[in-house]
């Protein structure tokens, strides 16, 4: 602590008032636990230049150090009105949201991610686990296989699939025509065949996955068992 204190005076000597050094000094204060004075800093330094990222995010990490998730939620909003493009902040304001259970707000987090990064299968993966999580398995079902086919063989992603498909195998027809409909893309579609095929080949590519992945002694056997009964539910 003594060598970074000498350092930030010799910053300070070296460039008076700047947003930078005072950036670093309340970083110092946030990791000696002092953040109510380390808040104070930020704010100053926004007062001067609201439109200082580091001095935003810096100050949306303290509300979250203090627990005060809500202000954090609306700095992060007010911060992403301006900076769209910002993947990270996305995905963070997509989490506070669901430590709230708001899955219709972290949902719309992912699909602002999706947009921007279309590609990318992760962002697929946990718009998938919120859809499903809420209950909404038809529109849950495309986006793990959208995973797939991205990433192929993603564990997660089959598992979801395999999910998906066991609990719509259990709804009558009508139900599942009827889910499927009302999707927010109306070009996809489901009928039971297709959906008990994309659950037979889940339960076959984690069964691969898994058989060679788990090898040699009594509780990889052990877990081979479980994974295989639970396969065949």
């Known amino acids: 602590m003594k060598n970074q204190k000498k350092c930030l005076e010799n910053l300070d000597k070296r460039f008076p008032e700047s947003p930078r050094v005072k950036i670093l000094k309340g970083m110092k204060l946030e990791a000696e636990d002092n953040l109510d004075?380390?808040?104070?800093?930020?704010e100053n330094i926004l007062q001067d230049d609201d439109a200082n990222v580091a001095a935003i995010?810096?100050?949306?990490?303290?509300y979250k150090a203090k627990g005060q998730d809500q202000q954090a939620i609306e700095a992060l909003t007010k911060y992403l009105d301006a900076f769209y493009s910002d993947a990270e902040s996305w995905l963070e304001l997509s989490a506070l949201y669901l430590s709230?259970?708001?899955y219709q707000q972290a949902g719309f987090c992912l699909e602002e991610l999706i947009l921007l990064q279309p590609q990318n299968h992760f962002y697929h993966l946990k718009y998938a686990e919120i859809l499903y999580t809420s209950d909404?398995?038809?529109?849950?079902l495309k986006e793990f296989c959208r995973v797939v086919e991205l990433c192929?063989?993603?564990?997660?992603?089959?598992?979801g699939?395999?999910?998906?498909?066991?609990?719509?195998?259990?709804?009558p027809t009508s139900a599942i025509t009827s889910s499927a409909s009302s999707s927010t893309n109306s070009s996809f579609s489901l009928d039971m065949k297709?959906?008990?095929?994309?659950?037979?080949?889940?339960?076959?590519?984690l069964s691969i996955i898994y058989s060679k992945n788990q090898r040699g002694g009594n509780s990889a056997n052990e877990i081979k068992i479980v994974i295989s009964d639970w396969l065949v539910r």
């Open 37 to 42: 004075a380390a808040l104070s800093m930020y």
């Open 57 to 62: 995010k810096r100050r949306i990490a303290v």
């Open 100 to 102: 709230f259970h708001l």
């Open 136 to 140: 909404n398995i038809t529109v849950a």
């Open 152 to 159: 192929e063989d993603n564990v997660r992603a089959l598992l």
């Open 161 to 171: 699939i395999k999910l998906c498909t066991s609990r719509l195998l259990n709804l």
């Open 194 to 205: 297709t959906i008990s095929d994309l659950n037979g080949l889940a339960k076959e590519r």
